[in-house]
């Protein structure tokens, strides 16, 4: 009696529609989408001045970048846990001249650079400790932390510039690899680490799980106060880190660094597909959005535009975010033509 013969089913069918439902996906995320804008954006921006694409153009771009992309990926966490941070512009200033100032005082430069560092980390800790255990909004308690860290980097400095280590400039201007900035390298390797941080630890998605329900995290055991506590943490240091490249950029640690950086951080997170309604979000996307975010502030340079129609358009661009997210989220439905024809007509 011979063997059964078993016939292979033909691979060809299922994997071209496995190939094609995966290409459906990777062009339906947000990231890809975010990618092709910046593309584009870079594209007209370089037929129209040529300077774009002009590698010490290329290189401010990026140097602007990395300090907002920094924020953004701890500011990522903190909107996935349905939380928000205000203060980061000022503990960014706070950090950048306490490094300034124990360097000045004649401690070794890498011990400033951490001191700087801790302090971010240190400001995060007394907001998230408010904010869990006071139970106050997030919006305030950052709010207040942004006047508080100001008034004290106006203390430190006197209103003066401080100093930034020799030994540390080679952070903020130096470049390897044939000319990569050394921040640029910096700012990749965290958003890889964020995003496994993220998507692969039981951190990120303690965090999601919070930011997605908040009292079926807390059944479900998650300790929710330490969580949301350790984000604030984490942007507190990142601030930190972002404190210390943005002033061995410059040379000096300055009382009014960051100023406004809050709302470009918050637009990255935020253009990238962090939800606002919290448990969702991506580092990857606040990556990207914080490139569109660079390239769209020296496209205005570059063409000569009003800087008050840069900061109008940055606006813009954070409420169309947002209208996106809820649309995405299919919160808007209520405004459908359908449904307000229904609203409005009704019982006439």
Not at 23 to 51: C, P
Not at 177 to 189: D, Q, Y
Not at 196 to 213: C, E, K, M, S, W
Request: proline residues 3%; charged residues 10%; positive net charge.
């Amino acid at each position: 009696m011979s063997a059964p013969t078993v016939t292979a089913p033909a691979p060809g069918p299922e994997r071209t529609r496995s190939a094609r439902d995966v290409a459906r996906s990777v062009f339906k995320r947000q990231e890809t989408g975010l990618l092709g804008v910046i593309i584009l954006l870079g594209a007209v921006v370089s037929i129209v001045n040529s300077n774009f694409l002009r590698a010490d153009n290329l290189y401010n771009v990026l140097q602007t970048v990395v300090v907002v992309g920094v924020i953004a990926v701890g500011q990522t966490f903190i909107l996935i846990a349905k939380e928000i941070d205000l203060s980061v512009g000022s503990v960014l200033a706070l950090s950048a001249v306490t490094a300034g100032s124990v360097y000045g005082s004649g401690a070794n430069p890498w011990i400033a650079m951490l001191a700087g560092i801790a302090v971010g980390g240190v400001c995060g800790l007394a907001v998230g400790t408010v904010v869990v255990l006071g139970r106050v909004s997030s919006f305030i308690v950052t709010l207040g932390m942004l006047s508080i860290a100001r008034g004290l980097t106006q203390l430190v400095t006197g209103g003066l510039p401080q100093s930034m280590p020799d030994e540390l400039s080679f952070i903020g201007q130096g470049r390897i690899l044939g000319g990569i900035p050394v921040s640029v390298l910096i700012f990749v390797v965290l958003v890889i680490l964020g995003q496994l941080l993220l998507t692969r630890t039981v951190f990120g998605l303690r965090v999601t799980a919070i930011g997605d329900n908040d009292a079926a995290a807390r059944t479900g055991g998650i300790p929710v106060a330490r969580t949301r506590i350790l984000t604030f943490v984490l942007i507190g240091l990142l601030a930190g880190l972002a404190g210390i490249i943005f002033s061995t950029q410059v040379g000096v640690a300055e009382a009014q660094a960051g100023t406004g950086y809050e709302l470009d951080v918050i637009a990255a997170a935020v253009i990238g597909g962090a939800s606002l309604s919290g448990g969702r979000g991506s580092i990857i996307g606040a990556f990207l959005g914080a490139c569109l975010l660079g390239v769209l502030r020296n496209a205005f340079i570059l063409l000569a535009l009003s800087p008050f129609l840069q900061q109008l358009s940055i606006g813009l661009v954070i409420v169309l975010a947002a209208l996106f997210d809820q649309g995405r989220q299919g919160n808007l439905r209520h405004l459908s033509p359908s449904a307000l024809r229904s609203r409005f007509f009704a019982g006439r």
